[in-house]
């Protein structure tokens, strides 16, 4: 019985990286691809009917997923856009769970104006996932990606609150905003301060104790799902538990993991979120007939159409909400107008444009309890949705930033010359620190007089690409063809590598040790590619 549930579980993976071989194959975004496959799938002739399991999306899936996402923010970014990122968040999602609320409610019979809070609280929140998965290849701004993964970092929590609140609701006939106010500041406080307490508890653990990056890397592992469980288990905010408390230990990483453990720790991380999405974006598709043969008092068409009023009212909300955004501050007030940059018209539109319903939306509404009146017409609607935004808006939007010709309106300085200025630096303080603690060894050991010599002669080169940075007409250019440069010598150092490994006249280990060196250095041209 265990190696049938083995073999199923090896089968299911399995298919789930064909699907995105084939998915890149055809340079569609892998979100995308997986729910049209996994709907197609379905579809098949005795295909057994597939149903998640609330608890299992939530629990499992939701803290590490969150918790990733959190690490690999880039807190500089966050915080300089925090303003932007926090009316998105928690303004626009509270907006959207009220407009999906009366609209739903005055369209579907027999939907209360509870319920309709329910159904805008599971829909409100955009998906990271999909949404990069989909710009990862796109020439789009950093500052609109950045708003759009801050965003969607922190509208989990707001939209789960309202979906919390709206589900009492619904349930009991009761509701006190006031109340609820109070209720969503002390769980959102709460959240935070235990994700906070956890994370300097586990930072501090992990500093104190002799470790390896074995453990390390199981213990960054166990800390979300603690996190997430602690926050939940007194009734706080476990997302905003897990959000503040990766957003802290990543900023401190460096005090208490090792070079191997942020290497392996960040590989490990990788592939697990890559299949957790990659599952759980196939089995929306498989889920659907089962949504649809539970709907038993409204037909398909009217769940379609309801999905596409409420799916409109939604796009079109964050339209407006996006442009208001940027523009009504700088009307409002002659001090923004002044010292601001006028607005891009073209930011609000991706933003807008961008907002893919994903794996949050769909937990949540798999939640709902099944003695709920109308929670089948609610899972519809929110399939359908996560649907026409997922699949609709993420198969057009590569489309529509070739017609609008986006650009990027920041001035930068390139990514070339800011490691070459930060490498001059640490090369810098290096020679420094040689010439004042290791001036006996530099006359008696010939190893390291060569290491003081390795960084002069580095510092003379980085100074030589100084000069090539900045009197260069077409440096992007250049740049790319040195990279190009780089990696075919890589390459040929791998064939010789290979060669020499043949003639077996040196050890095994040093030969793995200079096939590491040649992939850390194909690493600092490409970078880590999930």
Request: hydrophobic fraction near 50%.
């Amino acid at each position: 019985m265990i190696q049938n549930y083995v073999l199923i579980a090896i089968a299911v993976a399995f298919s789930v990286m064909m699907l995105v071989l084939i998915g890149q194959k055809l340079k569609v975004a892998y979100p995308i691809f997986l729910v049209i496959a996994g709907l197609i799938i379905s579809l098949v002739p005795g295909m057994p009917a597939f149903q998640i399991d609330p608890d299992i999306v939530f629990l499992i899936f939701l803290p590490p997923i969150l918790f990733e996402a959190a690490w690999f923010t880039s807190w500089k970014d966050f915080w300089k856009h925090r303003k932007q990122i926090s009316w998105m968040a928690f303004g626009l999602v509270f907006l959207t769970s009220v407009v999906v609320a009366y609209v739903s409610s005055s369209l579907i019979p027999g939907l209360t104006l509870a319920m309709g809070f329910l159904l805008g609280g599971v829909n409100s929140p955009p998906d990271a996932v999909a949404a990069t998965s989909v710009l990862k290849h796109l020439k789009i701004p950093q500052k609109t990606i950045t708003v759009l993964e801050g965003e969607s970092l922190i509208n989990d929590a707001s939209s789960l609150i309202v979906f919390k609140f709206a589900l009492a609701a619904a349930l009991t006939g009761q509701f006190v905003f006031k109340q609820a106010i109070s209720d969503f500041f002390i769980m959102s406080a709460m959240g935070i301060a235990i994700g906070l307490a956890i994370g300097y508890l586990f930072s501090a653990l992990l500093r104190i104790i002799p470790s390896n990056s074995n453990i390390d890397t199981i213990i960054t592992l166990i800390v979300p799902y603690v996190m997430y469980i602690t926050a939940e288990h007194f009734h706080f905010s476990g997302v905003l538990a897990v959000v503040s408390g990766g957003l802290m230990m990543s900023y401190h990483s460096h005090c208490f993991l090792s070079h191997t453990a942020r290497i392996q720790a960040g590989a490990v991380w990788s592939t697990l979120i890559f299949t957790i999405n990659a599952i759980v974006f196939v089995l929306i598709g498989l889920e659907l007939p089962v949504v649809v043969a539970g709907m038993k008092d409204y037909s398909i068409a009217e769940g379609i159409k309801y999905a596409i009023i409420i799916g409109g009212a939604m796009i079109a909300l964050r339209l407006l909400y996006s442009y208001a955004l940027a523009y009504l501050p700088g009307f409002c007030f002659k001090k923004i107008r002044l010292t601001r940059p006028k607005p891009n018209w073209k930011e609000p539109f991706i933003i807008s444009f961008a907002a893919m319903r994903g794996v949050v939306s769909l937990a949540a509404a798999l939640s709902i309890p099944l003695n709920l009146p109308h929670r089948n017409i609610i899972l519809f609607v929110t399939f359908v949705i996560i649907l026409i935004t997922l699949v609709g808006q993420g198969l057009l939007l590569p489309a529509v930033l070739k017609w609008i010709k986006v650009e990027d309106d920041e001035v930068k300085v390139p990514h070339e010359k800011q490691e070459a200025i930060i490498q001059k630096q640490l090369k810098q303080v290096a020679l420094e620190k040689i010439n004042s603690d290791y001036s006996n060894d530099l006359t008696e050991n010939s190893l390291v007089r060569h290491q003081k010599t390795k960084l002069e002669n580095e510092l003379e080169l980085l100074t030589d690409k100084f000069s090539c940075i900045d009197h260069s007409d077409h440096f992007q250019a250049a740049a790319a063809r040195n990279r190009d440069v780089i990696r075919d010598i890589i390459k040929l150092q791998r064939i010789e590598l290979h060669k020499i490994r043949r003639e077996r006249k040196f050890d095994d280990v040093v030969l793995r040790n200079m096939e590491m060196q040649l992939d850390f250095d194909e690493t600092k041209l490409t970078g880590f590619q999930h």
